[in-house]
């Protein structure tokens, strides 16, 4: 699975603060004073998330105000990452 620059940065965000009940807007809001790709398109990217298994989308009121979460299938797969990215700086030339 591969996910862009700006899908990354989000389940970044998420697993970064558990503690946060996440929306599009304090995403969107978290992402722009750290200028990070994606700004303006959260609720679409965490679609994509969500359609790959990556980000639990929980309901909320008002409308339009759901709550996200990284999902266990997104920290297996940021771990993923982090472990190639570990091995990658340990190859010796």
């Known amino acids: 699975m591969v996910i862009n620059k700006a899908e990354f940065n989000i389940l970044m965000l998420l697993a970064s603060r558990g503690d946060v009940k996440w929306t599009w807007y304090n995403l969107d809001r978290a992402m722009s004073q750290r200028k990070m790709a994606g700004v303006g ?3 679409s990217l965490v679609r994509n998330l969500y359609k790959a298994e990556l980000v639990d989308i929980t309901s909320s009121m008002p409308a339009g105000m759901d709550h996200y979460q990284i999902s266990a299938q997104g920290m297996k797969y940021l771990k993923a990452l982090h472990q190639q990215k570990a ?7």
């Open 41 to 43: 398109n959260v609720a």
């Open 87 to 93: 091995a990658r700086n340990n190859y010796v030339f």
